[in-house]
């Protein structure tokens, strides 16, 4: 298990740019896949990005492909979600949450164990 916390959510313009951060505790850290997830009001959960352990490949959702950029920083124990061109429709609640093995395979919530509380990300038009 790891622990999560989320950070810089926020209220920003249509067109305009944001990063959110996930700072874990916990020596294995780099063990894991970490992925970005997000939850719309009334809708379900979904899949935004997922970052291999080591870094070096990544997946994103067709939704922000081309917008989102998923880093993270294992020196600091940070993953990263850098989005632009946001949208209205990205309005959601981000979290951030530890994968059960390494790799880029991991799409769906249920294969990630460990979740952070979440950040409030408001897009306005």
């Known amino acids: 298990q790891v622990q999560l916390v989320e950070s810089g959510g926020g209220l920003v313009q249509a067109g305009g740019s944001l990063r959110v951060s996930c700072a874990a505790s916990?020596?294995?850290?780099?063990?894991?896949?970490m992925g970005w997830f997000r939850q719309a009001p009334g809708k379900e959960r979904e899949f935004v990005s997922v970052?291999?352990?080591?870094?070096?490949?990544?997946y994103y959702a067709p939704s922000v492909k081309g917008r989102f950029t998923i880093s993270r920083d294992n020196a600091k124990n940070t993953v990263y979600l850098q989005m632009n061109s946001l949208k209205p429709e990205d309005t959601a609640i981000y979290y951030c949450?530890?994968?059960?093995?390494?790799?880029?395979?991991?799409?769906?919530?249920?294969?990630?164990?460990?979740w952070g509380q979440g950040t409030q990300v408001t897009v306005s038009s």
């Open positions: 949450a530890a994968a059960n093995g390494r790799s880029t395979y991991y799409t769906a919530d249920y294969e990630y164990h460990s």
């Open positions: 916990g020596r294995s850290f780099s063990s894991y896949a």
């Open positions: 970052i291999s352990s080591t870094g070096g490949t990544t």
